[in-house]
């Protein structure tokens, strides 16, 4: 089994069990002193190693960790990615925050070694960033500066299973700022439709190959009346188009949603699945139509 096959398996075994959640806990990047309570994160349980030797790889998990993306009209949101990591959770969160997301339309803005470490005390993440994490880098924008800290918020709560307030802090004492962003106080996270992408696509995982022909497409999202587009893309070209509607759409939540797409009918090769938000306004009003895609393979 190829390294790619077995993190989307994994991937879709989670999916089973976040199938009956009525929410997302993925961030939306927004001011830290306006924050409001989200839901729990899914179960990212360790994986033995399978070999059971005593010499063996540091065990190697299945995480929850957040990028950046950017949307047409609202800015940069984040969108919610599993990937696979070694060391304890918190270990896992901090390692993937600084590492390449594996949807080319994902970034993050840690670079190495700006986190530090984490820890958990029951009560509070503590994140030990670098002292040079305090001020903004050239180039970066306050929006996508908020997402960044939002980027550690959500990874690391996914990585304890506790919507836990988190303190920024350099080995010794708390940081009065990340990236610009106030930081004295533990913050908790941000709202979900303030601060994550209103799509975001959980299976195809980005690369996958389809051996049957049957597409199996889930995710999460909000959308006018739990409408969402999608199409299958071979190039520019549209080769298969169709509706799904998700579990719900009110409240500051993210629902999830599922599509089956007969691809037996495709020629071997490279194809897009491209989700879309509904937006009644024509793009005249809001936040907009969010979207988010993965490339994969009729093998």
Known sequence: MTAMTLRTTVAAALLVLLAGCAEDPTPVAEDPADRTPAGQEPDDSPVADPSGSEDAAPEERTAAVYYIGDTERAGPRLYREFQRAAGEPLEAAVTLLQSTPLDPDYRTAWQEAELRSASYDGEVVSVVVDPTARNRPEGMSQAE????VEQVIYTVQAAVQERAPVQFRTTDN??????????????????????????????PEQGAVVD????????VGNSFEANLGWEVRRGDAVVKEGFATMAGWMGDRLFPFEVEVDVSDLAPGDYTIWVTTDDPTGGTEGVGAMTDDKKFRVG
């Open 145 to 148: 500066a908020r997402a960044a």
């Open 174 to 203: 708390p940081i009065d700022q990340v990236f610009g962003v106030p930081t004295s106080e533990p913050l908790a996270q941000g709202s979900m439709l303030r601060v994550l992408s209103h799509v975001s696509i959980t299976t």
């Open 212 to 219: 049957g022909g049957t597409l199996e497409v889930t995710g």
